[in-house]
């Protein structure tokens, strides 16, 4: 089955839908589509009594909301070329007295004209209604404009209407005993849509759509504005009638044929998927749905891989002094993570499947298909779970310590954001969206590239402009390195038992950086003139990544010299014996100058979250938030 077909399943199974308007993140109305039908922003509303007569008129001094109005195949696709809307349209199309302000404009009475025989053909149809025909009473006036400049709405320049005002869209309701306004009125959607359907069975040769194999009216105008991002660019398109690429056996344009009322209901429920529940970067978009009642489950699990997981955002898991008597803390969090972990995928109906699809724009016009892929909910679930239960480090808090995930947002920024970002960033940002997302649904581990990216950046902490940047890039960075690892709780937090020595370098690191850290805090707490600087352990990051031991010699003979000495007794025993443990370890494992594996900077994050349990001042600053 292909990716329309898909679509098409999802419009018929959520026909409840149809007229039930939803509000997106930016309060944007938005709602299934009705065949037949577009949705467009209005900027004037014009309302008539029951008998036809002008009642008032309102301008829309906001985008105002989203206006639904009936369509044809021609005007849904307009562009320069006149076709008009049958009901709802730009002003040049639906005033009457259009030409007497416009006299400069050629095509003034062809707007009308346009407008007028499609509209007349509706309302003396049998599927015309009462609201219909009070519009008809008042299109016989000829007079819109006139009323508008009475009304205060439009002003005219010397008598002629400006070329703003010529392209603003005009919505008509009917005020009478229907409190639904015309633009919501599900029985105005079936007065055209039946009416539509019938014109078209009567204007239009039958042939045979691809979709369904019947005998229906086709056409190859596919609707554009799918994603308002990239509002020009349609699902199927292939105009070109020269220099075309090779069609094979086909001729013409015999190469995809599709039924009208199919393609209006695979474009409308993509739409609306899109409006709902897409992930989008710059221009593409990356979209997941189900087949079953766990749609939403669905949904919201895809973006709690970019934007996090709501009820980790507002309830993070904390620990308090009681947990040390506990048993591990890397166990006691982890555990607490995989049971709110239960309750963001529980809903998510097994047996069904789950449809993934990424779409961009291949040009101004054309839509492209980046990826598509469906899989069963049950693995779909499985590798949701596998990432949250896998990518976290245990970090402080000012009340305890809590799991970080990272979002997938937050890793490609960790890599490649630089200041503000940029057009560049944003193009780097949505094909690693894409690599991240296909690989943590289909159960694979990041690609080396980003943790590459993120490794590189952190070996150079001076090029931060916040020291408390860098540390949230080391936690992402080890995060994602735990996931790559699948070594789940037991990698979240300081592992003793973990004797790699890349590990055991990168603890050493950090328990350097912590005493002269300390030291200077104090310092600085004594005398507000010492000046903030990087350790002595961050500054020399990159010759230690290359050239452990002999790095490793001299940040020693400082740190000992300089700093060990100003630290209180109980800190001095408790540093002393940490290194003499860790050194006792490499002694085994080679105090050599072999450069360090990733390990060394998730070794260094977990002693370093561990020296620092009892958060301080200072160190507060360094605490995810």
């Not at 829309?60 to 049958?86: C, M, Q």
């Not at 199927?236 to 220099?243: G, Q």
Request: charged content about 20%; aromatic content about 10%.
């Amino acid at each position: 089955m292909t990716v329309f077909q898909d679509l098409v399943k999802v419009y018929d199974a959520n026909q409840d839908m149809i007229g039930k308007f939803e509000q997106d993140q930016f309060k944007n109305d938005y709602t299934l589509l009705p065949a037949s039908h577009i949705s467009v922003r209005v900027q004037i509303e014009v309302t008539v009594n029951k008998d036809g007569q002008f009642y008032t008129a309102r301008r829309l001094d906001k985008p105002g909301e989203t206006t639904v109005i009936p369509a044809t195949i021609h005007s849904a696709n307009r562009a320069s070329n006149i076709a008009a809307h049958p009901l709802q349209d730009k002003i040049k199309y639906v005033a009457g007295d259009y030409s007497e302000y416009a006299t400069n404009d050629k095509k003034a009475k062809a707007y009308h004209e346009a407008y007028q025989n499609i509209f007349e053909q509706w309302v003396q149809s049998k599927f015309s209604n009462v609201r219909l025909k009070a519009l008809e009473k008042y299109q016989e006036k000829n007079a819109l404009i006139k009323d508008l400049v009475s009304a205060g709405v439009v002003t005219l320049d010397s008598g002629q209407l400006s070329s703003k005002d010529k392209d603003a869209y005009v919505r008509f309701d009917v005020y009478d005993d229907n409190p639904e306004s015309i633009w919501r009125d599900t029985g105005m959607y079936k007065s055209w849509t039946d009416f539509y359907s019938q014109l078209l069975k009567e204007k239009t040769p039958l042939n045979v759509d691809y979709l369904t194999g019947k005998l229906v009216p086709t056409t190859k105008l596919i609707e554009k504005n799918i994603n308002p991002v990239t509002s020009g660019a349609k699902l199927i398109s292939a105009n070109d009638s020269s220099n075309f690429t090779y069609r094979g056996m086909f001729l013409g344009d015999d190469f995809y044929s599709i039924g009208y009322l199919e393609s209006q209901k695979m474009t409308h429920a993509l739409k609306w998927l899109i409006q709902r529940q897409a992930l989008k970067s710059d221009s593409r978009v990356y979209l997941f749905w189900s087949d079953g009642d766990g749609n939403d489950s669905v949904a919201q699990a895809a973006k709690s891989l970019t934007n996090g997981i709501p009820d980790w955002q507002a309830q993070k898991l904390q620990l308090l002094s009681q947990s040390d008597d506990q048993g591990d803390t890397g166990q006691q969090i982890a555990y607490a993570y995989n049971s709110r972990l239960l309750g963001l995928t529980s809903d998510i109906e097994y047996g069904k499947l789950v449809h993934i699809i990424f779409l961009d724009a291949a040009t101004t016009g054309r839509m492209a298909t980046v990826y598509y892929n469906f899989m069963d909910t049950k693995a779909f679930k499985e590798n949701i779970e596998n990432w949250a239960k896998n990518c976290g480090v245990t970090i402080n808090d000012t009340h305890g310590q809590h799991i970080h995930t990272p979002t997938i947002n937050q890793l490609i920024s960790s890599a490649y954001k630089v200041g503000r970002g940029g057009q560049r960033y944003e193009t780097l940002k949505k094909h690693a969206l894409g690599k991240m997302i296909i690989a943590i649904t289909t159960g694979q581990s990041i690609s080396d590239d980003l943790l590459t990216a993120i490794q590189h950046r952190l070996t150079k902490p001076q090029g931060y402009d916040a020291l408390h940047q860098w540390y949230n890039d080391l936690y992402n960075f080890t995060a994602a390195f735990n996931y790559n690892q699948k070594g789940g709780k037991k990698n979240m937090a300081l592992n003793l038992e973990n004797h790699d020595r890349s590990y055991l370098f990168g603890r050493l690191l950090a328990l350097a950086n912590d005493m002269e850290e300390r030291v200077l805090y104090q310092r600085q707490s004594a005398n507000p003139n010492v000046s903030s600087r990087l350790t002595t352990a961050l500054r020399f990051m990159t010759n230690f990544a290359n050239q452990p031991a002999t790095t490793w010699k001299r940040i020693n003979e400082s740190i000992v010299q300089s700093y060990l000495g100003s630290l209180s007794a109980g800190s001095q025993h408790y540093y002393l014996n940490q290194l003499t443990d860790i050194l006792d370890l490499l002694e085994d494992h080679g105090m050599t100058d072999e450069p360090l594996k990733p390990q060394y900077l998730t070794g260094f994050a977990s002693q370093y979250v561990y020296n620092h349990k009892k958060q301080d001042k200072k160190t507060s600053q360094q605490a995810e938030a």
